[in-house]
């Protein structure tokens, strides 16, 4: 039997789905969803307040550590205002990986910002902070106000780590690089809620971490974000900015700044509830299903991507990489020919019509990666 067809027929033995056709990562339903949903529904407030949101808010909190957690409509629109709340203007910079979602990059342009794409690591496939550093060397000086491209004169005002898959990228070096260059952290931890680095939850490193509950996420609301915090006053002014910027009155309509309307209905906030409930359970199933492809895998003799060393990964979507462009190409065609969803990683930012004039350093490692990485079924095993 050859390679791809032994990968298929482990993962549809593993998923216990003998034939049809079998998604890359479905939502489970397992728990109190539909109640919580009827009682929304039974209460009326299904809009933008509600019991469930405050509670979801908290039970985010209590889960990562947060001092704070704030709801939103999606991880984009969170990750756009995130920028705005560390200070970024437009015609800053912002360093961001190339290897990511389109999301990232998207949020800096709404932003008015410029992204500056740096390479990424090989164990962790997210911003590397060695590469950031001699980056930021050669081509910045550091000023009173912030750090300072010396090319393009723009200020370099923030930085998106992106947490790929779930592996949390070297946070503790990352963090130093930014407190030495100036530099905001806002981490992108959309892949990573369940994600752990030295025992602490990503997304609780920089000054904004954000979270995605899209449909494809470990947990889901159907569409949602939630932004992370450890300064609870900033925690406040968000909620006030995304909830139209209403100054509280009982009559009165006064607004006191441009404000979002980026509410997370109430009835997206209770299957919240529900999903939160069972991350514990589904995060540790996600691992056992790693587990399980890490010891085959080996035995194949293929790259399979672990967890890096000092983290917990949630293994949002398991990866392995193949030997070249032309082994991935060949097993992506037999795996979707054969009913099991697989896909690569995402074209490199810098490699899009809109962002391909940005500037980069060396990206040696994100393309080693772009012509290799095959994510895998990695849906919760029930
Ligand atoms: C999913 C995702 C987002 C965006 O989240 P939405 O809730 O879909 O808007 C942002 N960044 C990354 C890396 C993601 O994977």
Redesign the pocket.
Known sequence: MDRNSEIVKFIRELYKKPEGFLPLHEPRFIGNEKKYINECIDSTFVSSVGKFVDRFEEMVADYTGAKKAIVCV??????HLALHLVGVEANDEVIAQPL??I??ANAISYANAHPVFIDVDMDTMGLSPTKMEEWLKQNTVIKLDGCYNKTTKRRIKACVP?HTFGHPVHLDELVDVCNRYKIELVE?A??SIGSFYKGKHTGTFGKIG?I???G??TITTG???MFLFNDVELAKFTKHLTTQAKVPHQWEFVHDNIGYNYRMPNINAALGCAQMENLPLFIKRKREVAQQYKEFFATLGVKFMAEPENTQSNYWLCAIALDNFKDRDNFLKYSNDNGVMTRPVWRLMNKLKMFENCQTGDLSNAEWLEDRIVNITSSVLI
Do not use: R
Not at 74 to 79: D, E, Y
């Open positions: 999606n991880g984009t629109n969170a990750l990511t979602f999301a990232t992106m992108d959309a892949e954000i995605s509950f899209n494809n996420k569409g949602g974000g």
